[in-house]
């Protein structure tokens, strides 16, 4: 009887921080879509909207897109499980999916992990509080567009996106496999190698990560917060950068 009961506390434990990674991962994914369609990346007839924790959200239809998105996130589970992943960027650039354009915008998603994140068995309470933390995430990005500048050069035409991810430490991309993460990026690559992004799909080439950040000698980044929330597990800040206007 011990034994069993023993056994029940770890499957209720695996669960609950089950259920918390699911919060997290979902919300990283129905972000990527929700920006792409809030900056008008791909045409709007593109996406639907979808109920995602009492929000309203608007997620691509399109299966190479919805793929891409669904594999580069799940990629992450396992580090952000471990706290060694705590920064997503998405970047949307200049160029074509396959490309190497600079950057246009930097949509930052930061969690400070609190001190029980790694350690507690999360409770309802917590995991419920974690997702209407998102879910007011996503409302505002719902506004990006009445907040943020237009895209230069307008969208639509020669724009592309990309997901970053930053470890704090050296070692993750060897332990999954560069196929599926890169030291600083998410990627996804078919068994032979060879990138398998289409047109709506982003650009998935594994390259120096300061080609993802804004150059130093560009004259500087503007930064426009987006949503800023305290949860019982983690602190959750989401802001934008831009190349600072002339």
Known sequence: ARQAAGMASTSQRRSQVDLRLDVITEFLEAATHHTLHARGVYPKDLFESRAFYGARVQRSR?????????????????????????????VIKEGDAGQDGLPLERHVFDFCLRPGYLHKTPTAEDVNQ?????????????????????????????VTFELVAYANKQGIARELGTDAWSEERVGVENDDGRDRSTNYGADRSMNSEKQMEFPANAGGKQTYPVKTTKTNLIDIDVFVERKKSN
Do not use: N, W
């Open 62 to 90: 399109h299966p190479d897109l919805e793929t891409y998105i669904g594999d580069a996130i799940h990629a992450l589970r396992v580090p952000i499980s471990r706290g060694d992943v705590q920064r997503v960027v998405l």
């Open 130 to 158: 974690l997702a209407a933390a998102f879910a007011a995430c996503m409302s505002k990005i719902s506004f990006l567009d009445s907040t943020l500048p237009p895209i230069p050069g307008g969208v639509l035409s020669g």
